[in-house]
């Protein structure tokens, strides 16, 4: 148990809808990365916050947002939803704001029907 | 770090054998180096990291990795693979770029063992 809960674990959805995924970063950690894996595209950066502010960007698209609130927990907001959007999606958090040992959740897998 | 290339997708290999799985980067600037483990339906795992100083860098499960700054690689290696390594392994690699500190994985080396 790495120490990071994601929820739901599991989500399926239609086309065009939005859905939220949450992220509980382990005790102390003040850094959350979000990363969408799929088999096309393979292990992909979105985004990063440290401590509520967002820190670094990746590929993250338009439709797609995220924030960390003062307790430290994160969501990912994923709207305007596709079928190429259907992947997994993990939570990794870190002690700082440079990564020099990210701790990885067990994921989201979401299916855009 | 512009690309992280793994250069085997499935590696296949006989219980007891030795195992190396590659990994080669391009970057300009200095790097974190990290070697990380998927077993299926599950997160990502940390084998082992190199931040700073000894290239080589050993891990948990008996792993170890060395890194080369003139190749740019960071090699996995285990001297002898049990069935419970099999799994996917990825490479990543972490610098500073525009857009802040990122880290960039490799496609993943899935390794199989076989009895």
């Known amino acids: 148990d790495s120490g990071v809960t994601q929820t739901p674990k599991h989500l399926i959805t239609a086309t065009g809808q939005r859905v939220t995924l949450r992220c509980s970063p382990r005790?102390?950690?003040?850094?959350v990365y979000w990363y969408q894996q799929s088999l096309d595209q393979g292990l992909q950066f979105l985004i990063q916050y440290y401590n509520g502010e967002e820190r670094a960007k990746g590929n993250i698209l338009e439709r797609f947002s995220a924030q960390q609130f003062p307790d430290l927990h994160s969501e990912l907001n994923l709207s305007s939803l596709e079928l190429g959007d259907s992947a997994l999606y993990f939570c990794?958090?870190?002690?700082?704001?440079?990564?020099?040992?990210?701790?990885f959740g067990q994921g989201t897998r979401l299916t855009v029907v | 770090a512009q690309s992280v290339t793994q250069l085997d997708s499935q590696v296949p290999v006989f219980e007891e054998a030795p195992v190396e799985l590659r990994c080669n980067y391009s970057s300009s600037v200095s790097v974190y180096l990290f070697w990380y483990v998927q077993y299926p339906n599950q997160g990502l795992q940390l084998l082992l990291k190199y931040l700073s100083g000894s290239t080589l860098v050993k891990g948990i499960n008996g792993f170890e990795a060395e890194f080369n700054k003139s190749q740019t690689s960071f090699h996995l290696r285990k001297p002898s693979v049990h069935i419970s390594d099999t799994a996917e392994y990825f490479c990543?690699?972490?610098?500073?770029?525009?857009?802040?500190?990122?880290?960039?994985f490799g496609a993943g080396t899935r390794l199989f063992v076989k009895a």
């Open positions: 990543a690699v972490s610098e500073w770029d525009t857009g802040g500190f990122k880290t960039i």
């Open positions: 005790s102390g950690d003040l850094s």
């Open positions: 990794a958090s870190a002690p700082r704001h440079i990564n020099t040992e990210a701790f």
